[in-house]
């Protein structure tokens, strides 16, 4: 079987200046992957969180991902507790998986040994879609995903749909 990878690359956008003023990262990745690399809102480089700004294809052929440092208060309520979570995470493997921890209502927990799964990058691509899941008969809402590129983990941040 032949895979055909694709070019990513990773540009850090600065909102004042108006133009790209860097490469944070690139790769070459295959077409399921590229998905998931673009549908999460945020991405895990080198120990620093990267909001993604937006996306680009150019000729059908190379994918940009454009991304600023990822700012806490950008998201009130969960923004610290989300880089927090995202940074504390220790837990490497080699294939691509899936992280669920959940709002308790002061930061986001891991609740049980069930918070880790491993999957395919279009089951992965199918779940970034959704703006709801629902886990052991609970509804939640996906708050924020992100993609951790050095542990290959996408993290779901969860919270109870009714708030308690």
Do not use: C
């Not at 055909?4 to 850090?12: A, G, H, R």
């Not at 790769?27 to 590229?34: G, H």
């Not at 208060?73 to 940074?87: E, F, K, M, R």
């Amino acid at each position: 079987m032949i895979v055909i990878l694709f070019p990513l690359s990773y540009q850090e956008w600065s909102e004042e200046q108006s133009k790209v003023i860097r490469t944070v990262e690139s790769l070459d990745i295959s077409a399921d992957e590229l998905f998931v690399h673009k549908l999460v809102d945020g991405t895990l480089l080198h120990n620093r969180l990267w909001a993604h700004i937006s996306n680009e294809t150019e000729d059908d052929r190379m994918h940009f991902i454009y991304v600023s440092p990822y700012e806490p208060d950008s998201l009130p309520v969960y923004g610290h507790t989300i880089n927090q979570t995202a940074l504390g995470q220790v837990k490497v493997t080699s294939l691509l998986g899936a992280e669920f921890v959940y709002w308790n209502g002061r930061g986001f927990e891991t609740r049980d040994q069930t918070g880790t799964l491993t999957l395919g990058n279009m089951e992965l691509a199918r779940m970034l879609l959704d703006h709801y899941m629902v886990r052991g008969g609970i509804t939640y809402e996906v708050i924020y995903s992100v993609f951790d590129m050095d542990r290959r983990k996408v993290l779901f941040y969860l919270k109870d749909e009714v708030e308690a």
